[in-house]
């Protein structure tokens, strides 16, 4: 049985068609080069139905995504947010995942994508705590990978790029195979970059570190949102390199992303962290309330279906 919970209608190129007929040829460039680039983004229940969670930043993400690789969208940002926004009300649901992609399609092989056509798809589906439902009570296990995060000359790491994530699912599944929930990369420097999915936060000395974008992040919306609910709460946060002997020193680490939200960490490579901490507790609390539109202050972020 497939986990992904199918609704009823997916978004390609202008339509909603069904989605069992949501189907691309097997000669699609992308498929065969990686060169594709896509969002997570969350629709959450809120007192006036579903809204998207900072939606106009995801979809400008997606852009610059697409501009890293010299793609260009055939839609609009403008365009883009109608489309995800309708895609969500067709689904009846009151929150899901959103998934946007835009893809080099068939008609062309070989590698240069320029020649290429460029088709955008969103498809939305109910998703659960990505790290599992405890993650923020007992927190998750980390492993610092042996697979280095790829520098900013190899594979673009700003880039939410489809090809990008083979680093992350080679990752994933030697942490989870060693046992543990999710694994931490290191760049090719040997200092923290991210998880494969989420962005890391360690609080040290009365205060929270997450590394930059330059370290090899992907620019979490989430961890901006953990910085601005930080800072609103006087937590004091900086965004700075940090090196693997932080984390096993660490007062609290916490990871977030959007389909993993804010995560506590319980370990990284089996030295205990304690869990969930004060830090994690008070931003993940108002993290979620913010996401259902039930923080005033961050009423912008929400941005309703209809
Ligand atoms: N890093 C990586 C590699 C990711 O895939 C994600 C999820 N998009 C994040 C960080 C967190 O980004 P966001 O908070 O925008 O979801």
Request: hydrophobic content about 40%; aromatic content about 8%; some cysteine.
């Amino acid at each position: 049985m497939p986990s992904v919970q199918p609704t009823p209608k997916i978004w390609m190129n202008g339509e909603l068609v069904d989605w069992e007929n949501a189907k691309i040829h097997i000669l699609t460039h992308t498929l065969h080069y990686g060169m594709g680039v896509f969002e997570g983004i969350r629709a959450y229940e809120t007192a006036d139905g579903p809204a998207i969670f900072r939606l106009t930043d995801h979809i400008v993400r997606l852009q610059n995504s697409a501009r890293i690789l010299m793609m260009d969208l055939p839609y609009s940002v403008d365009e883009i947010i109608q489309a995800c926004k309708d895609t969500v009300a067709s689904t009846g649901l009151s929150a899901c995942y959103v998934r946007p992609i835009a893809y080099l399609g068939y008609g062309e092989m070989g590698l240069n994508p320029l020649p290429c056509k460029v088709d955008v798809a969103i498809a939305c589906w109910p998703w659960g705590a990505y790290l599992g439902d405890d993650a923020l009570t007992k927190g998750v296990r980390m492993k610092i990978s042996s697979w280095t995060r790829h520098d900013h000359n190899t594979m673009p790491p700003a880039a939410k790029t489809t090809g990008n994530y083979v680093n992350s699912s080679l990752a994933k599944v030697e942490a989870l195979k060693a046992g543990y929930d999710e694994a931490i990369m290191l760049n090719p420097a040997g200092l923290i970059a991210e998880c494969t999915g989420e962005n890391l936060f360690v609080s040290r000395n009365g205060k929270l570190i997450t590394p930059p974008l330059a370290a090899g992040a992907l620019e979490g919306i989430t961890q901006h949102s953990v910085m601005t609910i930080a800072d609103d709460l006087g937590i004091a946060c900086v965004v700075d390199d940090l090196a693997r002997s932080d984390l096993y020193i660490a007062d609290e680490i916490f990871c977030c992303g959007t389909a993993a939200e804010v995560s506590a960490v319980n370990s990284v490579d089996d030295r205990p962290v304690t869990c969930p901490g004060p830090f994690t507790k008070a931003i993940a609390d108002v993290y979620s309330r913010a996401v259902r539109g039930q923080e005033d202050r961050y009423k912008t972020w929400v941005e309703h279906v209809r």
